[in-house]
């Protein structure tokens, strides 16, 4: 008999349409999900589990919470798509200026790769300079010019480089290690003046989660803006998740309360949670560079569903619901989740350390101290992480199929479900112990 993971293999590639939906980097078969609701993924067999993936990001309120869902309805009942404005696209767009100021002016796309990419090309058009600055192991979507050194799928399968990204292409992005801060001023101090931007995640989540190092963000914002350079800052995975403005609000307001200055990037993207579920992202920052956007300036970009009625009407639903005790609540299940499994492991002696930035956290097997670089984060033990991921998912709790990625909790992730992930865990590590 055919498995469904055969019949998926004989038509999609691999099986999937995203590569990080494979077990490759566990092994094993996946199977397919059937529903979602709450905290909680049921898969074709009618297996429930609790759910860590959270689709990547976006389901930060839980699956189909009842007055997103409604709100998709009533928009699809009024037409799926116009290609013109419509209203709640401009209110949404307000929504994302009035909790990150720095979205002076936003774009709507509909992935977060079309926002980097075109973050990318707006930095080169509003410059004239050609070289991007990457960091290894970040992940910032799947447009060539990103695509070198990139994590997630691509740090997941050891080949972080993408074949079909012409040489051209990639010798125009220079690749530092992340938190380097001599590497960064060595790269300005050589190629200042071809440099057009600097991406980087507010806090890197596609390598496992890594807490920025103090002063890395800031110090890369005064280098971009003595250099001329575009300073784009990467929120498609930490925006509206991280904490309520994203990563960068962390950092803001911690030098709020230390009367420092913040430092400001100059454009900055987001994506799942602004959609809720639905392909919804965007590109802001400083309305001077945004209005070298077309219509109004020479960079082009465009989309036929970009502000797509039905996937706006997600968006803003889910806005609209993260209150700041919605962000309470996940931090608290956060620092429940990551204290109680780093408790646990360190009972059972299997040597961890944890990755935390915000309400993110990933669990590193085998480290003893938290990654910072890619390389760091690389010397974890993947292996253990394919155990854990299978005993765990025996245990009814889906992880990311990845060593490489952030553990997502929902706001519908309560006592119950954390109680469940500990459980799971604690049975793992003392069987690894008892096997190791
Ligand atoms: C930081 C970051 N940037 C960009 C992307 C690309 O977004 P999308 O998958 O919507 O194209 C992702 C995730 O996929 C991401 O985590
Ligand atoms: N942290 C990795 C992603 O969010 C990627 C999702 C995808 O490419 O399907």
């Known amino acids: 008999m055919t498995t469904f993971a055969q019949r998926a293999a004989a038509i999609l590639p691999g099986g999937v349409n995203s590569?990080?939906?494979?077990?490759?980097?566990?092994?094993?078969?996946?199977?397919?999900?059937?529903?979602?609701?709450?905290?909680?993924?049921?898969?074709?067999?009618?297996?429930?589990?609790?759910?860590?993936?959270?689709?990547?990001?976006?389901?930060?309120?839980?699956?189909?919470?009842?007055?997103?869902?409604?709100?998709?309805?009533?928009?699809?009942?009024?037409?799926?798509?116009?290609?013109?404005?419509?209203?709640?696209?401009?209110?949404?767009?307000?929504?994302?200026?009035?909790?990150?100021?720095?979205?002076?002016?936003?774009r709507l796309v509909s992935t977060g790769t079309e926002a980097t990419m075109t973050a990318i090309r707006l930095a080169r058009g509003a410059t004239g300079r050609d070289v991007i600055v990457k960091f290894a192991g970040l992940y910032h979507g799947h447009s060539d010019s990103l695509l070198v050194a990139a994590g997630s799928g691509l740090a997941t399968a050891g080949v972080p480089d993408s074949a079909g990204v012409t040489r051209g292409t990639a010798a125009d992005t220079i690749v530092l290690p992340y938190g380097d801060e001599n590497a960064l001023t060595d790269a300005f101090a050589e190629h200042g003046p071809r440099i057009a931007a600097v991406i980087t995640e507010a806090a890197p989540a596609n390598m496992g989660t890594v807490t920025p190092p103090l002063g890395f963000n800031r110090l890369i914002a005064t280098l971009c803006r003595n250099e001329g350079a575009v300073f784009?800052?990467?929120?498609?995975?930490?925006?509206?998740?991280?904490?309520?403005?994203?990563?960068?609000?962390?950092?803001?307001?911690?030098?709020?309360?230390?009367?420092?200055?913040?430092?400001?990037?100059?454009?900055?993207?987001?994506?799942?949670?602004?959609?809720?579920?639905?392909?919804?992202?965007?590109?802001?920052?400083?309305?001077?560079?945004?209005?070298?956007?077309?219509?109004?300036?020479?960079?082009?970009?465009?989309?036929?569903?970009?502000?797509?009625?039905?996937?706006?009407?997600?968006?803003?639903?889910?806005?609209?619901?993260?209150?700041?005790?919605?962000?309470?609540?996940?931090?608290?299940?956060?620092?429940?989740?990551?204290?109680?499994?780093?408790?646990?492991?360190?009972?059972?002696?299997?040597?961890?350390?944890?990755?935390?930035?915000?309400?993110?956290?990933s669990v590193f097997l085998g480290l003893a101290q938290a990654p910072v670089t890619f390389e760091q984060a690389a010397a974890q033990d993947t292996a253990a992480f394919g155990r854990l991921f299978h005993a765990l998912h025996e245990s009814g709790v889906h992880l990311p199929p990845s060593a490489f990625e952030t553990w997502f909790v929902s706001h519908q992730h309560g006592h119950v479900e954390i109680e469940h992930v500990l459980d799971a865990v604690r049975a793992w590590a003392n069987s690894e112990t008892a096997h190791p």
Request: hydrophobic residues 45%.
């Open 19 to 106: 590569p990080v939906r494979a077990w490759n980097g566990v092994g094993g078969e996946p199977v397919p999900i059937a529903s979602a609701r709450g905290a909680w993924v049921t898969d074709a067999n009618g297996r429930e589990y609790v759910d860590m993936v959270g689709s990547w990001g976006p389901a930060i309120l839980g699956h189909a919470h009842p007055t997103v869902v409604q709100a998709v309805q009533e928009a699809a009942a009024r037409g799926l798509s116009f290609g013109a404005t419509t209203v709640r696209e401009v209110e949404l767009a307000e929504e994302i200026r009035a909790r990150y100021a720095p979205a002076e002016r936003v």
């Open 232 to 361: 784009v800052v990467d929120e498609v995975l930490t925006g509206f998740r991280a904490g309520p403005a994203g990563y960068w609000g962390i950092e803001r307001d911690a030098d709020l309360a230390t009367g420092v200055d913040p430092w400001q990037p100059d454009l900055v993207t987001f994506g799942k949670v602004i959609g809720g579920g639905m392909p919804v992202a965007a590109l802001g920052g400083r309305a001077d560079l945004m209005e070298q956007l077309a219509p109004l300036g020479p960079v082009y970009q465009a989309g036929t569903l970009s502000g797509n009625p039905v996937a706006v009407a997600a968006g803003l639903a889910t806005m609209r619901l993260l209150t700041d005790d919605v962000y309470a609540g996940l931090s608290r299940t956060a620092d429940a989740l990551a204290t109680g499994v780093s408790d646990i492991l360190t009972e059972a002696g299997v040597r961890h350390a944890v990755g935390r930035a915000g309400t993110l956290f």
